[in-house]
């Protein structure tokens, strides 16, 4: 017993010295291995996974010089990791950064969740992506016809107040984009054209929004809201237009656009009256 208390001492013993010898000798050479350019990480050597389709340009340059004020960043500083995640937190794409590894001589291995964008937003000027929490996201990788493809949101009274990647602090944006995440991946089909708030609402609603289609037709959604009722509220919705369409192939009527007033438990129908 005391034999073996005595090898666990040396043991310690051995291990605090070898602690403070390779402290000593990184405090000696630090400079020298932070220059050395087999350590130094580069943009390719980043390791994030496939980019997602929207994402049209690399934006590993970015993280690094976000990380940095000059973008260097050597796989042997201690805090490398640190700045690295640091650095690709703070990309508009971004939205979470998972597990983080470095491996020698110079690369390094990160976990990332990307924003998704659901929607553009009618600003004058043109449109802003964003989120389906209402986050800007950065307008390089959309071309015209990319962005004619997403639901857009009109009727904005607001603007941005901080760059990309920062929440658009406006109910009718946050909540627009919520609904359009649901609308996306039907939105072509339907052939619906914008999404607008709905100025008929009684005082006791809270904020109600309309889809107007490309012929005319308004389909009165109602709240956008959140939480198990309103995602059951939802999926109703998108079940019944699903089914009106593929019965009708259309929104539209015979003698013209209708109104669809989705907010009842059961939706009514009517003939829009023109506008005089």
């Not at 995640?85 to 979470?96: A, L, M, N």
């Not at 389909?219 to 089914?243: C, M, S, V, Y």
Request: aromatic share 8%; glycine share 10%.
């Amino acid at each position: 017993m005391v034999r073996g208390l005595r090898w666990v001492a040396v043991w310690g013993f051995v291990g605090v010295v070898g602690f403070i010898a390779t402290r000593v000798l990184w405090d000696g050479h630090r400079d020298e291995l932070l220059a050395d350019p087999r350590f130094h990480l580069v943009p390719e050597e980043i390791d994030v996974g496939s980019l997602p389709a929207w994402i049209h340009h690399d934006p590993r340059p970015e993280f690094l010089l976000n990380a940095t004020q000059d973008g260097a960043l050597s796989v042997a500083d201690r805090d490398c990791l640190a700045k690295l995640v640091d650095g690709i937190q703070k990309h508009p794409w971004v939205s979470r950064v998972g597990r983080a590894e470095k491996r020698f001589p110079g690369v390094a291995v990160v976990q990332v969740e990307w924003r998704r964008p659901v929607a553009m937003v009618r600003v004058p000027g043109g449109l802003l992506p964003v989120d389906e929490t209402g986050v800007l996201l950065p307008t390089r990788d959309f071309t015209p016809l990319e962005a004619s493809r997403y639901p857009r949101i009109e009727g904005a009274e607001s603007v941005p107040r901080g760059p990309a990647g920062t929440v658009w602090a406006d109910p009718l944006i946050k909540q627009g984009a919520s609904l359009a995440a649901h609308l996306l991946p039907v939105w072509v089909k339907y052939q619906f054209r914008s999404i607008m708030p709905l100025q008929e609402g009684s005082g006791t609603r809270g904020l109600e929004f309309q889809i107007v289609t490309r012929e005319g037709s308004i389909i009165q959604w109602g709240e956008a809201g959140n939480g198990p009722q309103e995602d059951e509220k939802t999926a109703r919705k998108l079940r019944w237009l699903e089914e009106y369409y593929r019965e009708h192939g259309s929104f539209a009527g015979l003698d013209g656009p209708l109104v669809i007033d989705l907010r009842p438990a059961e939706p009514q129908i009517r003939a829009k009256e023109p506008v005089r």
